[in-house]
């Protein structure tokens, strides 16, 4: 065990978080999340925002707010235990490097780490929002983008997953390459890498470069430890916060969201031995619908701590009904994410419809690292989309067509289906190198060769790519620099999709 690592870690890390502590009366939690009673705003917010009258006299709201907590969400808990256990044992020394898949917070909690002299490299397979890549590279989180929206399109006519992978796994072997490592032990296993980029399985991934680095991965997906924090920790927490008001977890419904499953299973585990009860709801955004830090339902399927048995419910709830929810309480000066939203707006649906009464609501993460992107607290974001048919009504607004995507340009054909579907001139259409897309979606950095292609007037830009998701990504890049640029939804698959047209008869591989 590394002696130095460990007293560093208790007393930089560990004695800022919660964590159970011996007295004379037995175990008591300490430097506990805030738990907020809400239930006054939050009927406020029913009857303001969505007309709902809702009676005050048996309901109770309490916000569980570990977006207070020392690295800003709940899953610094795991992170904490995960590398406390690691350094124990010896598996983590210093000067290793810590390698994980992360959706964003559980790579801000490893970020805390960097103050014990340990590199983080975290891989990134979906857009992050601005204010999280911000906050990353501010705690000095390396980032290795893997976010490459590919349309998986049908009938093109070579292998479009081989491809995928081939490609990735260069843009990969590049960016851990500037990241100090050598590119020597990439290459001896890059048929693995490239099986596992084939699947899209970034989780194993991030085990597979940590084993091969000599570096350390978390595995918060299979980590039982990442369970068991909230069965030995969270739980109990609440369950003391609540006992000092003179009530009991035992009389609640816990909501939360989910990302890897290691919240709601683990505080399903504690109310189960406690209780003898299921009081666990879980939260889904809608299946089309992205919100920061969790996932769908179906994306849920299949993962370790997906454990549809034990919860009392789960629900897939509209992220843009909870929308006017988050304004709200972030106006009030409540630090809640989009998660947390989506938890709260589940909470008002569930007492809307009588399932219980009193309700804790796991408050995930603040909401200050989605402000840039999201503009909840002035209004409604900006729109970013347009669909072909508004394009085409407003042509003259925009200045160009820019073709943005990582891997295909368009050929003729492309073009010419793009330009009738606006009703432009073909000339009018400007296809910007993959190189340079992948270069502005990975650093946030505007190549020079992609400056050229911007307009030079007052006018917009209008942003085509083979799924919209890419020309999307570009739009919120852009829009943050100060150029007005929106994307088209569904890209030009969706004019494919529509015609007799195949995918290969509309664009290729690119060949810088």
Not at 401 to 422: C, D, R
Request: with cysteine; aromatic share 6%; glycine share 8%.
């Amino acid at each position: 065990m590394d002696e130095e690592l460990l007293r560093r870690f208790n007393d930089e890390i560990r004695g800022k978080v919660p964590h159970l502590a011996e007295g004379a009366s037995g175990s008591t939690v300490v430097n506990a999340t805030p738990l907020v009673d809400l239930t006054r705003p939050f009927l406020e917010c029913a009857r303001v925002e969505y007309g709902l009258e809702l009676s005050s006299r048996t309901v109770r709201i309490v916000g569980k707010f570990d977006s207070q907590i020392l690295g800003g969400s709940v899953k610094v808990r795991p992170a904490v235990r995960i590398v406390e256990d690691a350094i124990v044992s010896g598996i983590l020394r210093r000067g290793q490097t810590i390698f994980e898949a992360t959706s964003g917070n559980f790579g801000l909690a490893l970020g805390m780490f960097r103050r014990l002299g340990l590199d983080v490299i975290v891989l990134v397979s979906r857009r992050l929002q601005e204010g999280v890549l911000e906050q990353l590279k501010k705690d000095g989180v390396k980032l290795v983008d893997l976010d490459i929206d590919i349309c998986p399109a049908p009938g093109l006519n070579f292998d479009t997953n081989l491809v995928i992978a081939k490609s990735i796994a260069e843009h990969l072997r590049l960016q851990l390459s500037q990241l100090g490592l050598a590119r020597s032990i990439f290459d001896s296993s890059r048929s693995e890498i490239e099986k596992l980029l084939a699947r899209q399985d970034v989780i194993n991934l991030a085990k597979h470069l940590a084993r091969v680095y000599v570096g350390f991965c978390p595995e918060q997906y299979d980590n039982e430890l990442n369970v068991g924090v909230h069965e030995s920790l969270t739980g109990p927490e609440i369950d003391q916060q609540l006992r000092a008001t003179g009530d009991s977890l035992a009389d609640y419904r816990i909501i939360c969201t989910f990302g890897t499953g290691g919240t709601s299973t683990g505080l399903s585990n504690y109310v189960q031995q406690k209780y003898g009860k299921r009081s666990v709801h879980v939260v889904f955004p809608l299946s089309n619908q992205d919100v920061a830090g969790i996932r769908t339902k179906d994306k849920a399927l299949g993962l370790r701590f997906y454990k549809a048995g034990s919860y009392a419910g789960q629900h897939e709830v509209d992220f843009e009904a909870s929308r006017h929810l988050l304004r709200f309480f972030a106006n009030k000066g409540y630090d809640i994410g989009e998660s947390s939203a989506l938890a709260l707006y589940a909470c008002l649906q569930m007492l809307n419809y009588g399932v219980a009464d009193k309700f804790v609501v796991i408050v995930a993460d603040g909401f200050q690292k989605y402000a840039k992107t999201i503009e909840t607290l002035v209004g409604e974001a900006r729109r970013l989309e347009v669909t072909f048919e508004e394009a085409s009504s407003k042509m003259p607004d925009y200045a160009e067509v820019l073709w943005t995507h990582t891997m295909f340009v368009p050929k003729e054909e492309g073009i010419k289906l793009i330009a009738s579907s606006l009703g432009c001139d073909e000339s009018r259409i400007k296809v910007a190198r993959a190189q340079d897309v992948q270069t502005l979606i990975s650093t946030q950095e505007l190549p020079e060769t992609m400056k050229s292609l911007l307009p030079k007037d007052k006018r917009g830009l209008l942003l085509v790519c083979m799924a919209g998701q890419t020309s999307l990504r570009v739009a919120e890049i852009l829009a943050l620099k100060g150029t007005e640029a929106v994307s088209i939804t569904g890209g030009i698959m969706n004019v494919a999709e529509s015609g007799d047209k195949s995918p290969s008869d509309l664009v290729q591989i690119a060949r810088e």
